[in-house]
């Protein structure tokens, strides 16, 4: 099964996007988050989110893919992926999409019994999605 | 191929939570399955294609389903949908014995 991390400079934004994701998709995709620093500020935290990823991986995920808010928290990332090896790292993966539509797409992908590649491409979908009713 | 159609009486159209169910159900079975709102149509396996639908309240779908569980298909999204819908035929809400068609 795959997993989600949902990684936001905001803990409350993280948090608030676990509650809607779980209540939309169903709560059987495991879904953990990292958001703002180890101290409660805004910010990302590699610490926070290597934790989020193991707790993904002791929910049930056998692959995870990780979405952020902002580009900044892929440093913090980096530095937390250096706590996996290559085997854990390949089941690993990190979505460019846009976080709230990301999550959302990925996770019913995922409450599908989707592969990591086709819960990836789900969220992908996001950066493209139309909002406002075309009429 | 097997198709049913319904008015949406949800108040939010076919969002959220009833579009991933919708999503969920779907995915169960091999048969391809659609749902067509006015011109467009969508993979109704696909969450993002059923959001950029953008199914409104009381406007009609049709679900079609294509294979070898077809009808099981079509007969587990009615009853995933349930009262969120009413079926019609050919653009006529079904009125069921002594019910009202229309939302609260």
């Known amino acids: 099964m795959v997993g989600l991390v949902l990684v936001s400079h905001s803990a409350q934004i993280a948090e608030g996007l676990r509650d809607m994701v779980g209540q939309v998709a169903g709560e059987d995709t495991p879904v953990t988050t990292a958001g703002g620093t180890e101290d409660g500020r805004l910010g990302t935290s590699a610490p926070l989110i290597s934790a989020a990823i193991r707790a993904a991986r002791d929910a049930g995920a056998d692959d995870v893919l990780i979405l952020v808010d902002l580009g900044s928290a892929i440093l913090s990332l980096e530095v937390a992926l250096e706590d996996f090896d290559a085997a854990e790292r390949s089941r690993i993966r990190l979505s460019d999409a846009p976080l709230v539509e990301g999550a959302v797409l990925a996770a019913v992908q995922a409450s599908i019994g989707a592969s990591l590649d086709e819960v990836a491409e789900a969220a992908a979908g996001a950066a493209t999605m139309t909002k406002v009713p075309v009429s | ?104």
Do not use: C, W, Y
């Open chain 2, 1 to 104: 191929m097997p198709e049913v159609s319904f008015v949406v009486l949800d108040p939010s159209g076919l969002h959220g939570r009833p579009a991933a169910r919708f999503v969920q159900v779907a995915s169960r079975f091999e048969s391809a399955v659609m749902l067509r709102s006015g011109e467009r149509s969508a993979n109704a396996k696909s969450m993002l294609a059923l959001l950029s639908l953008a199914v409104k309240p009381r406007s009609e779908i049709t679900i079609s389903a294509d294979g070898g569980d077809a009808d099981e298909a079509l007969a587990a999204l009615a009853a995933e949908l349930g009262e969120t819908v009413v079926p019609t035929q050919g653009g006529t809400p079904v009125v069921p014995e002594g019910g009202n068609p229309s939302p609260p």
